[in-house]
């Protein structure tokens, strides 16, 4: 009896290790000179207009953002949210290998496989994506768990991360699509003859109600931002690098991965379990014939990865030298591999690796080119910059109730918001969910404009006729900012026509979304 409570301990003691480690990399691996990333501004002003939906996403995460405003939303509370889901999603990892009755060895090589792999870049940024992975995670678990012991409740954990699962990202959909099918053509499918996989139904139906309702009543949103993205950026992803992303995601943690697919497909203890397998093959189909991003599909692979370890913590049983050259991989080409999975380089360094990085694809942007920096990189620079400039132009206006701040994008208003010195500065964009937080109760009498980084019109010729004043406060000067060059316009004494204007270009814009 001691010695089995001795080896919980000892497990326990493992996995805390793990979960502390998890979240200081997710810390200490992001080099300081970039800022917040342009996606973290926008889903941290949600905060400020809480509601059942919006245009980008949908509502889970405004009340993350919510709950990050309520503990100072500070950069340390930004983080550490997405760091903590990462942690837990290691937590429902090794649960998965707990009930494979993998040993310690095993529950070991799946946290240094999640680790040691693109998950850990997912969660240094505060996007649904990690969320997002943990709800995938967690819905294989408690399927495992009802399929093995038939309980209820097991059916209603599950229900619950697939209705926060869509309430954090629609992205859930397509792994349904990939389950039905699965459990349909296996012995599983004694599920549709439980009448709780109807009452679980319903209480997802109960839990996404508040936002298809919000949805319908907003002409389904979601379908527009779907176009935009397959025509802007869906568009230059290419079928092959997405099954390549596939295998690059966890080149370290390759040995895991093909255990975990190969045991799945031909390991006889495993046969029962085929119906993971069938949903990973179907759910990346699905996705490739939507031409969606690569890493969409992060979500299917902890499960595989947990398989993988089981099996190879069998198969290397006491092989110790072999056990020892797999961690030794693991983590030895990660930390080599780590310039280009985390943001560990300045954008310096980046450039005098320049080479390295175009071999990998790193430098390809959503645009289809190649760039001198990765995309997310651009996207965390030159933001305090340009708030401060914006606070120069705020501080020059003298009736603030009068002034409208107007950004080119939702990258820019939210930063500005964010890292303004002056509270509820409340800059607004015509760009996302920005279209619908104006407040133009007040007729505008002063006008900040934030241009964009290509701005075709610099003498501000189209605005001249409406203000009486108009000066150039500052430019965006951080090097390899994706915003750089985007200016600050500081435009005096509007028409009483310009409100009518913005009004117009308001409405004009929600009809085009």
Same mark, same amino acid.
């Given at each position: 009896?001691?010695?089995?409570n001795?080896?919980?301990?000892?497990?326990?003691?493992?996995?805390?290790?793990?979960?502390?480690?998890?979240?200081?990399?997710?810390?200490v691996? %992001?080099?300081s000179?970039y800022?917040?990333?342009?996606?973290?501004?926008l889903?941290?002003? #949600?905060?400020?207009?809480?509601?059942?939906?919006?245009?980008?996403?949908?509502p889970?995460t405004?009340?993350?953002s919510?709950?990050?405003?309520?503990?100072?939303?500070?950069?340390?509370?930004?983080?550490?949210?997405?760091?903590?889901i990462?942690?837990?999603?290691?937590?429902?990892?090794?649960?998965?290998?707990d009930?494979?009755?993998?040993?310690?060895?095993?529950?070991?090589?799946?946290?240094?496989?999640?680790?040691?792999s693109?998950?850990?870049?997912?969660?240094?940024?505060?996007?649904?994506?990690?969320?997002?992975?943990?709800?995938?995670?967690?819905?294989?678990?408690?399927?495992?768990? $009802?399929?093995?012991?038939?309980?209820?409740?097991?059916?209603?954990?599950?229900?619950?991360?697939?209705?926060?699962?869509f309430?954090?990202?629609?992205?859930?959909?397509?792994l349904?699509?990939?389950?039905?099918?699965?459990?349909?053509?296996?012995?599983?499918? &004694?599920?549709?003859?439980?009448?709780?996989?109807y009452?679980?139904?319903?209480?997802?139906?109960?839990?996404?109600?508040?936002? %298809?309702?919000?949805?319908i009543?907003?002409?389904?949103?979601?379908?527009?931002?779907? &176009?935009?993205?397959?025509?802007?950026?869906?568009?230059?992803?290419?079928?092959?690098?997405?099954f390549?992303?596939?295998?690059?995601?966890?080149?370290?943690?390759?040995?895991?991965?093909?255990?975990?697919?190969?045991?799945?497909?031909?390991?006889?203890?495993?046969?029962?379990?085929?119906?993971?397998?069938?949903?990973y093959?179907?759910?990346?189909?699905?996705?490739?014939?939507?031409?969606a991003?690569?890493?969409?599909?992060?979500?299917?692979?902890?499960?595989?990865?947990?398989?993988?370890?089981?099996?190879?913590?069998?198969?290397?049983?006491?092989?110790?030298?072999?056990?020892?050259?797999?961690?030794?991989?693991?983590?030895?080409?990660?930390?080599?591999?780590?310039?280009?999975?985390?943001?560990?380089?300045?954008p310096?360094?980046?450039?005098?690796?320049?080479?390295?990085?175009?071999?990998?694809?790193?430098?390809?942007?959503?645009?289809?080119?190649?760039?001198?920096?990765?995309?997310?990189?651009?996207?965390?620079?030159?933001?305090?910059?340009?708030?401060?400039?914006?606070?120069?132009? $705020?501080?020059? %206006?003298?009736?603030?109730?009068?002034?409208?701040?107007?950004?080119?994008?939702?990258g820019?208003?939210?930063?500005?918001?964010?890292?303004?010195?002056?509270?509820?500065?409340?800059?607004?964009?015509?760009?996302?969910?920005?279209?619908?937080?104006?407040?133009?109760?007040?007729?505008?009498?002063?006008?900040?404009?934030?241009?964009?980084?290509?701005?075709?019109?610099?003498?501000?010729?189209?605005? #001249?006729?409406?203000?009486?004043?108009?000066?150039?406060?500052?430019e965006? &000067?951080?090097? $390899?900012?994706?915003?750089?060059?985007?200016g600050?316009?500081?435009?005096?004494?509007?028409k009483?026509?310009?409100?009518?204007?913005?009004?117009?270009?308001?409405?004009?814009?929600?009809?085009d979304?």
């Open positions: 009896m001691k010695d089995k001795l080896s919980r301990l000892t497990e326990y003691a493992y996995l805390v290790f793990f979960l502390i480690l998890k979240v200081v990399l997710s810390f691996l %992001v080099n000179v800022e917040l990333h342009r996606d973290e501004f889903h941290l002003d #949600q905060a400020n207009h809480l509601a059942a939906g919006f245009t980008s996403v949908p889970l405004s009340l993350f919510w709950l990050i405003k309520a503990f100072g939303n500070g950069v340390f509370m930004v983080k550490l949210v997405p760091a903590l990462g942690a837990i999603t290691i937590l429902y990892c090794w649960k998965i290998v009930f494979l009755k993998g040993n310690l060895l095993a529950k070991c090589l799946v946290a240094v496989a999640c680790i040691c693109s998950l850990l870049r997912l969660n240094t940024l505060y996007q649904p994506n990690s969320f997002d992975v943990l709800a995938w995670t967690a819905i294989f678990y408690y399927l495992l768990k $009802y399929f093995d012991k038939n309980e209820a409740k097991y059916l209603y954990a599950f229900a619950i991360f697939v209705g926060f699962g309430l954090n990202k629609y992205n859930i959909l397509f349904i699509i990939g389950l039905l099918p699965a459990v349909m053509i296996t012995p599983n499918r &004694k599920i549709f003859a439980d009448k709780h996989l009452l679980a139904v319903l209480l997802v139906i109960i839990i996404i109600s508040p936002n %298809v309702i919000w949805q009543n907003h002409h389904f949103p979601v379908l527009t931002h779907m &176009k935009a993205l397959q025509t802007t950026q869906l568009v230059h992803v290419n079928r092959t690098d997405f390549i992303g596939q295998f690059l995601f966890f080149i370290s943690s390759i040995f895991v991965l093909l255990a975990g697919i190969g045991s799945l497909i031909f390991y006889k203890d495993f046969r029962k379990y085929n119906w993971i397998i069938i949903t093959l179907i759910t990346l189909i699905v996705f490739s014939y939507f031409k991003k690569d890493y969409y599909a992060l979500g299917l692979y902890p499960i595989v990865l947990a398989f993988g370890a089981v099996y190879l913590s069998r198969v290397l049983a006491k092989i110790y030298i072999l056990t020892g050259l797999l961690f030794a991989f693991n983590i030895g080409s990660f930390i080599y591999l780590l310039p280009l999975l985390m943001p560990f380089y300045s310096d360094e980046i450039i005098a690796h320049h080479k390295r990085f175009e071999r990998v694809g790193a430098l390809r942007w959503e645009d289809g080119k190649n760039h001198q920096l990765p995309q997310d990189y651009a996207d965390m620079q030159g933001w305090k910059e340009l708030a401060a400039i914006v606070d120069v132009a $705020y501080g020059k %206006v003298k009736d603030k109730s009068t002034l409208l701040i107007r950004a080119d994008n939702y820019q208003a939210g930063a500005i918001n964010y890292y303004s010195k002056y509270k509820n500065i409340n800059a607004v964009s015509y760009n996302a969910d920005y279209l619908y937080w104006f407040k133009m109760d007040k007729p505008i009498k002063s006008l900040i404009m934030v241009t964009g980084w290509r701005d075709e019109d610099p003498q501000r010729k189209r605005e #001249q006729p409406y203000f009486a004043k108009i000066t150039k406060i500052g965006i &000067k951080t090097p $390899y900012a994706r915003e750089e060059g985007a600050v316009f500081l435009l005096e004494d509007a009483p026509e310009v409100s009518s204007i913005i009004k117009s270009e308001i409405e004009e814009e929600k009809n979304h």
